[in-house]
């Protein structure tokens, strides 16, 4: 029996990476309203950012050459149904046959997330994941896209980093609709579970020969510096909130009982719940676990402070003077903890690789063995390119040799890895801190109009390295 192979790839987003924002019957999404509009400060769009819609033969060759057998994307929601009315744009489900053309070609392997952060401009009309029909509307989209493409795309994931996602939209703020409310951030949450559970329920009725499904999630392990009694139960408090309410009903099909209740105590509405639901989130659970893998939950006991959150990228930050660092306080839960022995990088966050095997390890002892793809781990620098575009990216190196040698560790030791994906193959987007923080192993000149790509010294790195582990 020919042993499967590894996979070793990319990661990108659609809003991110595509541009092409009102080509070809594609309608408008929350991000398209929110950068048109006066509360993008810094008046800068992903209208045409890396222009993949333009390039994804040249990008997809690119990823080939360079060794790579999987690409992980996402698909633009509001591409294959515009306007709520439902009606299905042909011409968005083509654009992706073509992209699915080409990864054949090469032989790489589709991995494709229906939602990454970009909800059509229509349900952000009606309450974005606060509408109570949120759930039911993505499960019409997503079953279009599992009839259209069905197995020819062997990974579909639901939602991309419900976590992180809902932290954004509703706790720091900085996300659109940028509110600072935590009973939207529940209720939020808890209709993204929803919109899992019935999107498997769609996707388990095709009996797709060959295609599995799963889900994104974005929080590392959690930790404490301290190993008391009152340190322990923080940890098991950061957990429940950054990594128990995503994975136990999409992958075991239940919230933990006193979960639920350390949310009421918390003065949360629990009235959203709606009678049937906890019968659909058991009977649709998912395949497979994508882990993205940037830095751990490192806390400490909750002593006093109302909620708050700080994220790398509030759009002020620009590399050039210290950032404040990643934390949350979670009043009644738990404090983000700083270790002085770790350094941070230009925007405040903690550069920990052994996160990356503690995280794994957490999530066999938690879920057994279900498999688990890396599905995003990279390193945002400020770059400077030589008179060719060239970079010579060491530190990024550097970043992901260490992490990824640490993932590797996990896997040897039991843990069902089964693919890791680079954030990102080219230079993107990156939300609210625009163009200046670079994720690419390719360097893309957003000054040029024709977007010339040049692969930076980690393209080449990371093809030597997955040709010495091609067959771990």
């Known amino acids: 029996m020919e042993k499967e192979k590894f996979l070793w790839g990319g990661a990108t987003a659609a809003y991110q990476c595509e541009g092409a924002w009102d080509e070809d019957g594609k309608g408008a999404n929350i991000w398209d309203e929110f950068c048109h509009s006066a509360a993008n400060t810094t008046g800068i769009t992903a209208d045409v950012s890396s222009d993949f819609y333009h390039h994804y033969a040249e990008d997809i060759r690119m990823m080939a050459e360079g060794g790579q057998n999987t690409f992980r994307f996402s698909i633009s929601w509001s591409r294959i149904v515009p306007k709520e009315d439902r009606v299905v744009n042909e011409a968005g489900l083509a654009f992706y046959d073509r992209v699915l053309d080409e990864c054949d070609k090469y ?16 349900i952000g009309h009606k309450g974005g994941w606060l509408y109570d029909g949120v759930s039911d509307e993505f499960a019409y989209y997503a079953s279009v896209v599992f009839r259209h493409f069905g197995n020819r795309i062997p990974l579909y994931v639901t939602i991309n980093e419900p976590s992180h996602n809902a932290s954004c939209c509703y706790m720091v703020g900085n996300y659109p609709p940028n509110e600072q409310n935590m009973q939207h951030f529940a209720h939020c949450a808890y209709n993204m579970v929803m919109c899992t559970a019935k999107a498997v329920r769609e996707f388990r009725k095709l009996n797709l020969a060959g295609a599995q499904i799963g889900i994104v999630h974005s929080s590392g392990n959690t930790e404490a510096l301290h ?69 751990r939950n490192l806390v400490k006991p909750y002593k006093s402070g109302e ?52 995280t794994l390890m957490k999530r066999k002892e938690r879920y057994g063995n279900i498999p688990i793809y890396v599905t995003e781990n990279g390193h945002g ?55 200046k923080k670079r994720y690419g192993l390719v360097r893309v000149d957003f000054e040029d109009p024709e977007r010339k790509r040049t692969p930076k010294k ?13 067959d771990i």
Request: aromatic share 16%; proline share 5%.
């Open 227 to 295: 190993d008391t009694p009152e340190d322990r139960l923080a940890v098991k408090y950061g957990d429940m909130f950054s990594n128990d309410w995503v994975l136990d009903p999409a992958i075991r099909g239940y919230f933990e009982e006193e979960l639920i209740e350390k949310v009421r105590e918390s003065g949360i509405d629990l009235s959203f719940i709606k009678e049937g639901d906890f019968d659909i989130i058991r009977a649709n659970t998912v395949d497979f676990l994508g882990q993205n893998i940037y830095c």
């Open 458 to 470: 980690s393209y080449y790195w990371y093809k030597k390295f997955i040709e010495e582990h091609r």
């Open 107 to 122: 032989g790489i392997v589709p991995n494709v997330t229906l939602v990454h952060y970009d909800l059509p401009d229509y």
């Open 381 to 435: 620098c400020y770059e400077m390119p030589d008179e060719n575009g060239y970079v010579e990216d060491d530190e990024r190196i550097r970043f992901l040799q260490e992490f990824i040698g640490y993932i590797l560790k996990a896997k040897e030791e039991g843990v069902n890895v089964k693919g890791y994906y680079v954030w990102a193959p080219m230079d993107l987007y990156s939300w609210i801190n625009g163009y």
């Open 307 to 358: 909620t708050k959150a700080t994220v790398n990228n509030l759009g002020t930050n620009d590399g050039s003077a210290d950032s404040p660092r990643e934390g949350k306080t979670v009043k009644g839960w738990f404090e983000s903890d700083w270790d002085p022995n770790v350094p941070l990088n230009r925007w405040g966050r903690e550069v920990y690789p052994p996160c990356a095997y503690a």
